[in-house]
Structure formats: C-alpha cells, structure tokens
C-alpha cells in the first residue's frame, strides 16, 4: 500500500459551494498491489472499514457507501461514500427491503430495484470518498510485473482509494454548524482552544491570556489567543464562528477573585477553573470531549 495526501488543481467547470467543488483541492489518494485478485479484496474490504472508522470519528452522519460507475478510472468495480446533504449534486437511490444504495448514474434513471422491483427512495448527497477495483488495467499498460510464489510473472492487481479532504471538511461544517457558527468535533475542529483576553495589553487580564496560551501550546494543543483591542462581544462573536472546542475567557474575574471561564463551542456548558489550574483543566477537559465523542460516533 502507498498512498500521498496533496493539494491538486482541476479545470473544474461548475466550481461552487465554497469548498465542495472548487479548482484546487487538497486529496488523499493511496493504491494497493497485489499478485492476485483474492489479495485486492482482502485490501479493498481493509480500506472500506477504514473510511467507515475515519467518517464516525470525525462525527460525520449519514455516511452510506453506494456502487458506482468505474468511469474514466476504469476498472471492475466501485464504490463511493456519500454523504446525504441537501446541497449534493449526486443523486442516491435506496432500495428499502435489500437495504442497498447505488448512485442512479449505474441505474441509468431506474425507478424501481432490479433485484426486488420495490420502489427507490432518492436523496441527494456529496461524495466524500471512492474506492476502485482497477485489476489489472495500469500494470499491464505499465508493464509492472511480479513473480508469484510459483515462479508465474503475473501483471500486479491493482486497487485505488480517494478521499477528499477539502470537501470532507465542508460536508462537515455542512452538518456540524449553528447560527452562530462552525460547531465541529473535537477530533475534526481546526482550534482546539480560543484564549479571548478581556482588558487592555497592560492588564493582569493580558498577562493571564498569554500564560495560559502558552502553556497550553507547551501541552500540544492547538490554540489561538485574541488579544486584539476590539469590544468582548465582537470577540465571542468570532470565537463562535471559528468554533474552537473550547472557549477560554480571561476578563475581570481574573483579578478580581483568580478565576477564568471556559466555553464548551458544541454544548455550552460553562466551566469556572483556578488561573493556575486554567492550562491543566482546559487540557483534561478537551480529553474528557474527545472520549464522550468517540462514544457517540
């Protein structure tokens, strides 16, 4: 297996939705070689499993993976993962009694199932992954050749596995989001936590920010620290539509009784903590996050 993960560029004719088509993109592709076609599946149903670990831990929903046509990839046989979303270009179509999907383009606009001929159900949705069978379509026209344990020269079976990361990121904010903002998991979230300074550069407020800034740095979080001279409210304003997991506030309360206060973006639970214990409790409570998420998803 061997897979790179870069920024690619397309002459993309309908760029839209912001980040859900656009001309530069950046995509993880990984590619599977094998002597024979029993190894191709073993590794195909391997990166299946994975796509569906990856989708649950990121907190994405209504992820179903559905066959596809093999297109200009070419091939035996494929698969997408969509997302169902309203936004969606591709249409989906479910079968209700095998409990099957298949993108219409291999139905070629059928109406009922070719296996039970109940009724279809169509939504639309975003494609957020694909997996191919391509055999032994580039090996051969590559001459990319192994010897197998009996000495045969075999042409390698191939298996290709995409996924977007650019667009995956806005199916997420497509379904994680509030009026206020960008509301994603913990394990998916760009920040993982907002430090808002409330007081001039010269207050204790001030100094507090930045000590807990870095000492949450020092921790190996990802954090952002607002102390711009701009009102409190234009400030939590942006700390919800950034959508930090946590939210640090470090205002008055600092001086005046040692205390900050901490935010949680998705539920709004607040938290009052010590100014010395802030960095450590911050810490422990984004841990405490990410393993009630993972339970969830």
């Given at each position: 297996m061997v897979y790179q993960i870069q920024t690619?560029?397309?002459?993309?004719?309908r760029a839209r939705g912001g980040l859900l088509r656009t001309r530069e993109f950046l995509m993880k592709d990984a590619y599977s070689l094998h002597l024979d076609q029993a190894g191709l599946e073993e590794a195909y149903q391997t990166q299946t499993h994975a796509y569906h670990r990856i989708y649950r831990r990121l907190g994405l929903t209504d992820v179903h993976q559905v066959r596809s046509a093999t297109g200009d990839m070419g091939g035996?046989?494929?698969?997408?993962?969509m997302a169902l979303l309203d936004v969606g270009e591709d249409t989906v179509a479910f079968c209700r009694g095998w409990n099957t999907a298949v993108n219409i383009e291999v139905l070629e606009q059928a109406v009922s199932?070719?296996?039970?001929?109940?009724?279809?159900?169509?939504r639309r949705a975003v494609e957020v992954g694909n997996i191919f069978q391509l055999g032994t379509k580039y090996s051969e026209a590559l001459n990319a050749f192994a010897m197998d344990r009996s000495n045969v020269r075999r042409a390698l079976v191939m298996g290709s596995y995409g996924l977007g990361v650019s667009r995956l990121l806005a199916v997420l904010i497509e379904q994680q989001h509030d009026a206020a903002g960008i509301a994603l998991t913990a394990a998916s979230a760009a920040v993982d936590a907002h430090v808002v300074q409330i007081g001039g550069g010269d207050s204790r407020a001030a100094r507090v920010a930045a000590e807990i800034y870095a000492g949450l740095r020092a921790r190996g979080l990802d954090v952002l620290?607002?102390?711009r001279d701009a009102r409190a409210g234009e400030k939590f304003t942006d700390a919800d539509l950034i959508g930090a997991t946590l939210r640090v506030t470090v205002g008055s309360?600092?001086?005046?009784?040692?205390?900050?206060?901490?935010?949680?973006?998705?539920t709004g639970a607040v938290h009052e903590v010590g100014v010395t214990d802030a960095a450590l409790a911050v810490v422990r409570l984004h841990q405490d996050i990410l393993r009630r998420e993972a339970a969830v998803n």
């Open positions: 690619k560029f397309r002459d993309e004719a035996t046989l494929a698969h997408e993962f199932c070719a296996t039970c001929g109940g009724a279809l159900d169509h620290l607002d102390d309360r600092a001086e005046r009784d040692g205390t900050v206060e901490i935010r949680e973006r998705r």
